[in-house]
């Protein structure tokens, strides 16, 4: 299984970005996807997740500017950032709760990561 995480980039305060990220490989079902951030030095933060059935939750800090979606037919989480802020740099983590079969056949739920994308605001 693997997550491929596209969408970050350099971009001025009050503007927007768009991160999508896509799960492939062998995997029964997706319980949940998020986007978390980190910062060098600090701990990684939840910035948005979202069920299966779309319900969502939202970092504190990012109520009202982002907004995260799923597309399901191809498996994929996607994020809208507005009016981005300097605090807003980090590098941003899609992560993801599939269900899976392990190696002894049976199902299990089992947490994945990618590869992380560098978002940096300038002010």
């Known amino acids: 299984v693997q997550l491929q995480a596209s969408g970050g980039g350099l971009v001025q305060a009050g503007g927007s970005l768009r991160l999508s990220c896509a799960a492939s490989?062998?995997?029964?079902?997706?319980?949940?996807m998020a986007w978390y951030r980190q910062v060098e030095g600090k701990q990684r933060e939840l910035v948005a997740s979202?069920?299966?059935?779309?319900?969502?939750n939202y970092g504190d800090s990012v109520k009202g500017r982002f907004t995260v979606s799923r597309d399901k037919p191809k498996n994929a989480v996607h994020l809208q950032m507005n009016s981005l802020r300097p605090e807003d740099t980090a590098v941003y983590y899609c992560?993801?709760?599939?269900?899976?079969?392990?190696?002894?056949?049976?199902?299990?739920?089992?947490?994945?990561w990618g590869q992380g994308t560098q978002v940096t605001v300038s002010s």
């Open positions: 979202i069920t299966n059935d779309e319900s969502t």
């Open positions: 490989g062998s995997f029964r079902d997706i319980k949940n």
């Open positions: 992560n993801a709760l599939l269900v899976v079969f392990n190696r002894g056949g049976w199902i299990e739920q089992k947490d994945y």
